[in-house]
């Protein structure tokens, strides 16, 4: 895996451009084994999907954390959970006891789901205080906060304050979907994303991210990492390209809103 980028490049604003390396890409995805009906088996299965094509991390359910990080002992991969998935409507004190034992179980990236409802009534200081409840309480094991938003159900102003809220709480990435909404990523909200949030944020696209063109074209306007679960079909795709010296950022973003559009069916 590729030790400096993308795991903490100085300047997220400004995407990668050119050629990229498999490992690079990589480095972007969290592989998903988020659906409710997974076995245990299924988990293992996944995990050495991530274990085998050296991806960032599994973001799994918090029942299989322990098991996930059993399977990933010896690898580089991380073992990521969520809370208060997938509504957000969890009281915060709920949230901190999942988060809590989630890190004591293994994992190091937390993906929360605000408090939807609260957002879009008007109530910032409670998510403000929410988010910033769950960084609290990763900061003790250096993990990751990643905060989705579920942007089928917010107005692009709710999404720039969610925005707003997150980057002042000291998260560590906006994210745009859980997967289970109506809708995912969309090119113009990761732009919208990007745009309002400072350098040091990444940002995560999830839902609807299939195909490595429509990775590659978010990686164009400034998304460091994906949640997937087409990873061995993205990363056999860039390996193809890169052995042709084909694996490249597409420049611009009316190129990348272009590859987008061509996938957004395939949700």
Not at 20 to 26: F, G, H, I, P
Not at 206 to 219: K, S, Y
Not at 223 to 233: K, M, Y
Request: aromatic share 4%; net charge negative; glycine share 8%.
């Amino acid at each position: 895996m590729d030790a400096d980028w993308p795991g903490h490049p100085p300047d997220f604003s400004k995407p990668p451009r050119g050629e990229l390396t498999v490992a690079q890409v990589a480095a972007m995805i969290d592989h998903s084994l988020l659906r409710p009906e997974l076995t245990l088996d299924d988990v293992t299965a996944g995990c050495e999907i991530a274990a085998t094509h050296e991806v960032m991390s599994v973001c799994c359910k918090p029942a299989d954390v322990v098991h996930a990080g059993r399977v990933l002992t010896g690898t580089d991969v991380l073992v990521g959970t969520v809370v208060g998935f997938p509504h957000g409507s969890s009281t915060t004190e709920t949230k901190v006891f999942e988060a809590r034992g989630a890190l004591d179980d293994g994992a190091r990236e937390l993906d929360m789901v605000i408090n939807i409802g609260r957002l879009r009534g008007g109530d910032h200081a409670y998510v403000a205080a929410d988010i910033r409840a769950i960084v609290e309480v990763a900061a003790t094991a250096d993990a990751l906060v990643k905060v989705i938003f579920e942007n089928a159900y917010l107005t692009d102003e709710e999404k720039v304050v969610a925005c707003h809220l997150t980057e002042d709480a000291g998260a560590d990435f906006v994210k745009t979907s859980t997967g289970f909404a109506a809708s995912g990523a969309t090119m113009e909200d990761l732009i919208l994303m990007r745009r309002s949030v400072g350098p040091a944020m990444q940002v995560k696209a999830a839902g609807g991210v299939r195909t490595l063109d429509t990775l590659l074209a978010m990686v164009a306007i400034g998304v460091s990492r994906f949640g997937a679960t087409v990873t061995v079909a993205m990363l056999a795709d860039a390996k193809e390209r890169a052995a042709i010296g084909e694996l490249r950022v597409p420049s611009g973003q009316a190129t990348a809103a272009e590859a987008v559009t061509a996938d957004a069916h395939q949700y």
